[in-house]
């Protein structure tokens, strides 16, 4: 259920990570430094429209500091060659596309090949009150470097920063991605939709306005994105059949009688992400009518139903007062319904067919008093893993997860909400994550550095990916080694370990867990005597949260994780323990 304690998690959800990942490049495109654009980035005017002259292509700093290169040319010109990281529209469009041009806060590069489209697009973002453009006065063949070609693939218009949130980048969590059902509820002109199809979702785009559905149609078709669209009175009408979507996006737009209809349409693990206007915007702009406006804190507590993941309130980059929730609907506990049926049946083939003994060994953490509100510890027990599984079909997820965090993400300072669970729980141990980055975080900065992942085995490879998907610090022990209780402690004076791959780790004084051989784990560094090797059979597999971190959402976690494992290397897991 929501959390009431939860605060505000700061600027991300609310601000827009600007230059827009293409879903479809591998990265941000490097070259070399802009030097032409300098003085007009560090001094900017409320609106200039000169040409510039000299070398305006030759680096990427128009990207970096948030430009938008918009080419003017004709749909064959830009298709025969084009910048590469540029969007598209023609000049002759511009009046009939108003709604995929960049936000007029957004500074704008244009580049066109005559000087009469350049004229009549400089005219026609001053009157779309945009604050600051540059038109290049060279044809776009000057472009030193290698042109693509092909139709447009970075979208030109605002996608809201609560949809870069990496849940979405991955519909096949939700089930097959053919069937990943999304509903983009009061789509408007349907740039929502288009971008959650890019994405890989199945998407019903609902509306009441016809024309509104139209844009959203030439707006998919131009980019070959599957949307399916409806018009609909919302006020009277109802697509919200229960357990129908894997995902609802609501933006701006407010009706509080279908909120417990939401709840009910999600499947179990389905996301709701909700960002609309708060009483703020009163006095600063549309919309006018109190209706439309929520209460401080009313949407943080409007869902109870549903497992809370992250949620801010405040104005985005445009100005505008609005709150953003993103939550889960919970998956039921094991003991329910067909999961426990699918439980009794796996726990039965286990023990057909796996001889270490008891199908889950009872492997209990507790926690010392004075962990007890600074640490939250989820874990499961899993029996018959196969270490020598393939690892091929491991690391193509792994870079395709490498893909789609590239696609959001240019560097790590823009995942500052993503990254923050592992950092808050390294200092609340005593850790600073400047000098010592958890694990997941090491593993994000290397995938979207383009970089892979090294292969151990099947399963050390699958629990990587795991920790990506949870971007929490992720402890993996082999059952056989572990003696007795498990305990999260304070290190013992004298008290080490040997680490993988790092020495003797002093763990004096340090939170560690230990059973009665003695400390073999911490959220930074695992113990040699209980690796998972080629022999691992059964294991332990520990998550370590802070203290705030909602524990109805660390079991989903832990669920998914489970059924990455089985899917990559078999293995049926026990049940799901939370510890705090």
């Known amino acids: 259920m929501s959390d009431p304690s939860i605060e505000p998690t700061g600027r991300s959800l609310l601000n827009s990570p600007w230059p827009p990942r293409d879903p479809f490049l591998p990265g941000p495109i490097q070259w070399s430094q802009l030097v032409a654009l300098r003085s007009i980035i560090l001094e900017p005017q409320p609106f200039c429209c000169d040409p510039l002259s000299g070398d305006p292509y030759s680096g990427d700093i128009w990207r970096r500091h948030g430009f938008i290169l918009l080419d003017l040319r004709d749909h064959a010109a830009y298709e025969k060659g084009h910048v590469p990281g540029s969007c598209h529209i023609p000049a002759g469009e511009l009046p009939i596309r108003r709604h995929e041009i960049p936000p007029k806060w957004r500074p704008l590069l244009l580049t066109t090949d005559t000087p009469d489209e350049g004229s009549f697009a400089v005219s026609f ?8 453009i540059r038109w290049i006065s060279e044809p776009t063949s000057a472009w030193p470097q290698e042109m693509e070609a092909g139709p447009s693939r970075v979208p030109s218009w605002e996608i809201r920063p609560c949809l870069h949130h990496p849940s979405l980048h991955h519909p096949s969590r939700a089930g097959n991605t053919s069937t990943a059902a999304a509903l983009d509820l009061a789509c408007g002109s349907g740039r929502n939709a288009v971008w959650l199809a890019l994405l890989g979702w199945k998407v019903l785009a609902v509306d009441i306005l016809p024309e509104a559905l139209e844009m959203t149609r030439n707006l998919a078709a131009r980019w070959g994105a599957g949307v399916t669209t409806q018009a609909m009175n919302l006020a009277k009408e109802d697509p919200l059949a229960p357990d129908r979507f894997d995902l609802i996006v609501v933006t701006r737009f407010l009706e509080r009688a279908l909120f417990p209809r939401m709840t009910a349409s999600l499947k179990q693990g389905g996301l709701l ?52 929730l993103i939550a889960r609907k919970p998956i039921p506990d094991p003991d329910h319904g067909s999961i426990r049926r699918a439980h009794r049946e796996g726990a039965k083939m286990s023990q057909e067919t796996n001889s270490h003994g008891p199908t889950h060994p009872s492997v209990p953490i507790h926690l010392i008093p004075e962990a007890v509100g ?32 590239r696609a959001v993400y240019s560097n ?32 994000f900065r290397r995938l979207i550095s383009g970089k892979g992942l090294y292969r151990v085995n099947a399963v050390v490879d699958t629990i990587n990916l795991c920790s990506l998907r949870m971007m ?31 020495g003797t780790i002093t763990v004096e004084g340090r939170w560690t867990l230990a059973d009665a051989v003695g400390a073999f784990g911490n959220p930074s560094s695992d113990s040699w005597r209980t690796r998972i090797t080629e022999e691992t059979r059964d294991l332990l597999f520990v998550a370590f949260a802070p203290s705030g971190y909602d524990p109805e959402a660390l079991k989903i976690r832990l669920e998914e994780s489970a059924e990455t494992l089985k899917t990559f290397c078999g293995g049926i897991p026990g049940s799901f323990d939370i510890t705090r």
């Open 125 to 132: 973002f001053k009157g779309t009150q945009h604050r600051f």
């Open 273 to 324: 992400i909700y960002d609309t206007f708060t009483e703020a915007q009163a006095g600063k702009g549309r919309p006018h009518n109190p209706r439309h406006w929520l209460r401080r804190n009313e949407l943080r507590a409007a869902f109870p139903g549903l497992s809370l993941l992250d949620y801010a309130e405040g104005a985005d980059t445009a100005g505008d007062e609005i709150a953003v």
């Open 374 to 405: 600074r640490i939250v510890l989820g874990a499961f027990s899993m029996t018959g893993v196969n270490p020598l599984a393939p690892q091929d079909p491991i690391h193509e997820e792994i870079e395709r997860q490498g893909r789609d965090l």
């Open 412 to 443: 790590p300072s823009e995942a500052g909400v993503l990254l923050r669970p592992a950092r808050e729980l390294y200092r609340a141990i005593g850790l600073d994550p400047t000098k010592r980055r958890p694990s997941s975080e090491a593993l």
């Open 472 to 502: 929490l610090s992720i402890g993996l022990y082999d059952l056989k080694a572990i003696q007795g209780p498990v305990q999260l402690r304070i290190g013992k004076t004298g008290e080490s370990y040997d680490g993988i791959g790092k």
